[in-house]
């Protein structure tokens, strides 16, 4: 009598994996994985921000922001100039005197510069 032989995980794999299926599975698993999360801020925390921001514009001082943007953090100097009060966008006017525009949704923390 023959003996039944078992494949353990091999019999539940695709017969045939393209090399580009290959690629783009390990590509959504390292994405996955190294994308950081936005943090939960509380309506404290974005009280705080707010009122650092309208300090900021009225004294004319230079702050720091640190965003999220997609999961990957990133920091930004400069003068706060302008909040659009609809859309929430604050216009940054950084060191070298060129404009970017923010949401208020993606500051993540706000310190005033000295």
């Given amino acids: 009598m023959g003996t039944i032989r078992d494949r353990g995980l ?4 695709a017969a045939l994996i393209m090399p580009e299926h290959k690629a783009l599975n390990k590509k959504i698993g390292e994405v996955d994985y190294f994308i950081n999360k936005k943090p939960i801020l509380d309506e404290y925390q ?3 921000f707010e009122n650092n ?6 004294y004319h001082l230079p702050i720091s922001f640190r965003l999220h943007n997609e999961g990957n953090p ?18 940054i006017q950084k060191r070298d005197s060129s404009f970017e ?3 208020f949704d ?7 510069e000295d």
């Fill in 10 to 13: 091999v019999k539940w794999q």
């Fill in 46 to 48: 974005v009280e705080e």
């Fill in 53 to 58: 921001i309208h300090f900021v514009m009225e």
């Fill in 74 to 91: 990133r920091e930004l100097y400069g003068y706060c100039v302008f909040i659009h009060p609809v859309t929430k966008e604050l216009r």
């Fill in 101 to 103: 525009y923010i949401l």
């Fill in 106 to 112: 993606e500051i993540i923390r706000v310190t005033v």
